[in-house]
């Protein structure tokens, strides 16, 4: 089985999501799916299935995250120095606008880019792999050829 390399934020986050899906979401919807069952004829009792269609959800997430959490390789960035890897939190600037953005490279699993999350198999993640302060970039995205310039270079 191939590892997945995550944060230990990450690792953390999911965790706290299958706890809730277990100890929160599971008892409730199967709650949801007695109640609807009291209400008779289950062919056209539309919070029935509406109920049983969101324990099937759960119930593959619950499957998902397990599978993601056993096969999860933490990287502690903290732990780490040097040239750009997983786990850096490093501050770009584009060389065309001038504007300053800063990521962290994280997982697949963890990614969220509206929060600064950058995935690791991300162009611009793997553009950055090896690179250090001042080095410049040059990134194929789906807007075109973009240049950075790598301000800083963080470990936390």
Same mark, same amino acid.
């Given at each position: 089985? !191939?590892?997945? #390399?995550?944060?230990?934020?990450?690792? &953390?986050?999911?965790?706290?999501?299958?706890?809730?899906?277990?100890?929160?979401?599971? #008892? &409730?919807?199967?709650?949801?799916?007695? !109640?609807?069952?009291?209400?008779?004829? %289950?062919?056209?009792?539309?919070? $029935?299935?509406? &109920?049983?269609?969101?324990?099937?959800?759960?119930?593959?997430?619950?499957?998902?995250? !397990?599978?993601?959490?056993?096969?999860?390789?933490?990287?502690? #960035?903290?732990? %780490?120095?040097? #040239?750009?890897?997983?786990?850096?939190?490093?501050?770009?600037?584009?060389?065309?606008?001038? !504007?300053?953005?800063? $990521?962290?490279?994280?997982?697949?699993?963890?990614?969220?880019?509206?929060?600064? %999350?950058?995935?690791?198999?991300?162009?611009?993640?793997?553009?950055?792999?090896?690179?250090?302060?001042?080095?410049?970039?040059?990134?194929?995205?789906?807007?075109?050829?973009?240049? $950075?310039?790598?301000?800083?270079?963080?470990?936390?």
């Amino acid at each position: 089985m !191939e590892k997945i #390399p995550m944060t230990r934020a990450g690792h &953390a986050a999911l965790d706290e999501e299958l706890k809730a899906l277990k100890s929160v979401e599971r #008892p &409730a919807v199967i709650r949801a799916i007695a !109640e609807a069952r009291e209400h008779g004829d %289950l062919s056209e009792n539309a919070e $029935y299935h509406a &109920a049983r269609e969101k324990q099937s959800f759960i119930e593959g997430r619950i499957k998902e995250l !397990e599978g993601l959490l056993s096969r999860a390789d933490v990287i502690d #960035p903290a732990r %780490l120095s040097g #040239p750009i890897k997983f786990g850096a939190t490093v501050t770009l600037v584009d060389e065309d606008t001038d !504007e300053e953005r800063t $990521y962290q490279i994280v997982g697949e699993a963890e990614a969220d880019i509206e929060n600064g %999350l950058l995935n690791i198999k991300s162009p611009l993640a793997r553009a950055l792999i090896g690179k250090e302060e001042g080095d410049s970039v040059e990134v194929r995205t789906p807007g075109g050829e973009r240049s $950075y310039e790598v301000l800083q270079i963080r470990y936390v």
